[in-house]
């Protein structure tokens, strides 16, 4: 599938966002764990988030979704063996979470997923995993894997980069041990999967970058309301930023400090963003950002720390960039290369068919912002974010960009055309 966009007459309107992603995966599987039904509103009923259904499923709990309310039926920790391997498809996070949960599952299960998500490193989750008393066999690196489960022992462990997938787990994972489980992670990654257990009722002790799980704890049922995706609203923040006039609302976006990184930095590039309404939607904060455009973008330096709260958004930040006086570096994000695809190689490539001025470096990107765009044809290599990324830099293009391999918009954000459409007439 192919989408085009260009420069629009006006971008105006107010919307909502589908669910978050990372909070939609997290309220299916903690609710399949927990004792008693539970109700999730504001489910993401995107490609990625339904493969977690489907594994869960397949493992013998019933989910019912209508539309975004989703019904989940938890046994308390107990699973059926599946009767064919499971099929992540596109989503890491299906993966790795749930090997987390397969853990401490008595039977075998074959994982898989589809071409990219087994070129994606596992060996991060399956090592830990393995210490715990998981028996995984397959290559160890790559799905797809076989893994038996058992009586789990508790671990302390270090994460060697800074993963909210790998965090979550070993966290899952140590929920179902004997004894304590302590992570440390080197950066604090985006933090869900804990708030999401004291909203079930479950104990984590958190103290700087170290988290503490007392395992054997069963999760009680709970009713979740899920943010919209800030993930999905950096899209038409951005847009908002670029195109001159545009006036965007978007109400109920969640704005998690380890999440909001894409606000705080269009904020510091000179972005007009504003920050409304804030409140908890349970132990999530949410908010409404009001995007103007026209005010000119500076360039900036992002890396380290900021780099997790904002790893999903390089793809429309490095977007931004392009339009930003002086020169933009990214670094300390070597992690987009396993994402989706390689998403440093990706922008490089494909920004610069617009005429971007962008620089590649093995851990992340120099751009030197200002110089004007020029509608393209471009690839988005299959990668969600690239394409709906390179849809929006067409709008601040002249002419006409042609975004190819469109479809895989579906795997995270179904409704982004038609929502991108709206705003425009
Ligand atoms: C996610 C964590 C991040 C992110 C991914 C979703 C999550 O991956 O890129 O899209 O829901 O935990 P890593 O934890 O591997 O950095």
């Not at 599952?105 to 830990?128: I, Y």
Request: with cysteine; proline share 5%; glycine share 10%.
């Amino acid at each position: 599938m192919i989408i085009t966009t260009a420069a629009p007459a006006r971008l105006q309107g107010e919307l909502v966002m589908p669910g978050d992603k990372s909070i939609s995966h997290r309220a299916a599987l903690i609710g399949s764990l927990a004792r008693g039904d539970t109700e999730v509103q504001g489910f993401l009923a995107a490609q990625d988030c339904l493969s977690t259904l489907s594994c869960l499923r397949a493992l013998g709990v019933s989910a019912v979704l209508r539309g975004d309310r989703l019904l989940i039926r938890g046994g308390g920790g107990v699973f059926t063996a599946p009767r064919k391997p499971l099929d992540a498809g596109n989503s890491g996070t299906t993966a790795r979470l749930l090997l987390g949960v397969l853990a401490a599952q008595q039977f075998e299960t074959t994982l898989t997923g589809d071409p990219s998500l087994r070129k994606r490193p596992m060996d991060r989750v399956v090592e830990p995993l393995k210490r715990m008393g998981a028996q995984v066999e397959g290559d160890g690196t790559r799905l797809p894997l076989r893994i038996r489960g058992g009586n789990l022992k508790p671990l302390t462990y270090t994460l060697p980069v800074a993963s909210a997938q790998v965090k979550s787990a070993l966290l899952l994972a140590g929920l179902q041990a004997s004894g304590l489980t302590v992570i440390e992670e080197p950066f604090p990654s985006r933090n869900h999967t804990e708030l999401m257990f004291e909203q079930f009722g479950v104990t984590v002790a958190v103290a700087g970058n170290r988290i503490s799980i007392e395992g054997k704890q069963i999760p009680v049922a709970s009713q979740v309301r899920v943010p919209g995706d800030i993930s999905a609203a950096a899209f038409f923040l951005v847009a908002g930023a670029i195109v001159p006039r545009a006036v965007i609302k978007i109400k109920d976006v969640g704005i998690n400090p380890t999440r909001r990184g894409i606000v705080d930095l269009l904020m510091e590039m000179g972005a007009d963003i504003q920050i409304q309404n804030r409140r908890f939607w349970g132990k999530e904060e949410v908010a409404d950002l009001l995007v103007r455009g026209g005010a000119p973008l500076r360039a900036i330096t992002v890396g380290g720390d900021a780099i997790p709260r904002v790893i999903d958004e390089i793809p429309i930040l490095a977007v931004a960039a392009a339009h930003a006086r002086g020169v933009t570096v990214i670094r300390d994000a070597a992690e987009l290369r396993v994402k989706e695809s390689d998403r440093i190689a990706a922008l490089a490539r494909e920004l610069a068919k617009l005429g971007a001025e962008i620089e590649e470096r093995p851990d992340g990107l120099v751009i030197e912002g200002g110089r004007p765009l020029t509608g393209a044809v471009v690839e988005s290599g299959g990668d969600h974010r690239m394409a709906m990324a390179l849809a929006v830099a067409g709008l601040a293009a002249s002419g006409k960009t042609t975004v190819r391999g469109a479809e895989a918009i579906k795997i995270s954000f179904p409704a982004f055309l038609s929502i991108l459409r709206s705003l425009t007439c």
